[in-house]
């Protein structure tokens, strides 16, 4: 059964290594204000519960629609060096990177996913005077506007980390294909037929990509993406043990 909205500590039979806890986090989108106030929320549960091994891991999809994709990647840069943090590859980041290095007209797509808040984000305007910019000169400018440090971040960017018992990816896996030959497709985009299934994965699936209203506890899944740039709520779930607590 789901979560609900409770967030009293859930006991699953998987379990961490000793003396560990991962702080997992979801689907950001642009939501600076709300990331800032997460891992003050981390670092306090630090403060009053310290424990020899603690790792970050965020789910992917920092930027396009919320206001602030820069300032997102700023504060995960800096989680990125200072705490190790692990930041996995979401499909939008995945679409970013594809505009900004390969095709300038993957623009049109990335659109549709929330683009003009990112550009924005970054003083990218999308016309020059009274002419509208062409998705090359698109691709030029946010080049030109993006800071390196943030270039490196997405470079840093992985499809899956695991620990324990626990698998962290984006979207999900594709079901009974075993975890090593998975492909970065379904990692960033599956959702129904990972959605919908009930099999054993070999590891619980921790994923965001899909919204829900409150985060959901399943036996072979976690699904922590509560829809932050629209609801206001940015899900972070403490798992240590085989305990899961939402933060």
């Known amino acids: 059964m789901p979560f609900g909205s409770t967030h009293h500590p ?3 039979a998987a379990s961490l290594p000793a003396n560990t806890r991962i ?23 630090l403060r009053r519960r310290p424990i020899q091994h603690a790792r970050e891991v965020y789910l992917g999809d920092y ?21 190790s943090a692990v930041c996995l590859r979401g499909n939008h980041e995945a679409v970013l990177e594809s505009f900004l290095r390969d095709d ?20 990218v305007s999308l016309r ?55 492909n970065s497709e379904d990692l960033l985009w599956i959702r129904d037929e ?11 699936i921790v994923h965001g990509h899909t919204p829900v209203d409150h985060p ?8 922590i993406d509560t829809g932050a740039w629209f609801s206001g709520v940015l899900t972070c779930i403490a798992i240590e043990g085989s305990t899961v607590l939402v933060l």
């Open 194 to 204: 990972f959605l919908n299934s009930t099999i054993d994965h070999g590891k619980i």
């Open 23 to 45: 702080y997992a986090v979801g689907d950001i989108h642009g939501r600076s204000d709300l990331l800032s106030e997460t891992i003050d929320r981390i670092e306090d549960d």
């Open 104 to 123: 300038p007209h993957t623009f049109h797509s990335w659109a549709q996913l929330g683009a003009l808040h990112t550009l924005a984000s970054y003083g």
């Open 128 to 182: 020059s005077g009274t002419i509208t910019k062409s998705p090359l000169e698109l691709q030029k400018s946010l080049r030109h506007a993006l800071p390196r440090t943030h270039d490196l971040f997405l470079q840093c960017l992985t499809n899956t980390f695991s620990c324990g018992d626990f698998l962290f990816v984006h979207a999900g896996i594709r079901p009974g294909l075993p975890i090593l030959e998975q």
């Open 216 to 223: 959901q506890i399943f036996n072979n899944r976690i699904n």
């Open 63 to 83: 930027v396009d629609r919320g206001p602030d994709s820069k300032g997102v990647i700023d504060q995960l840069a800096v989680r990125l060096v200072q705490r």
């Open 10 to 12: 859930r006991t699953n």
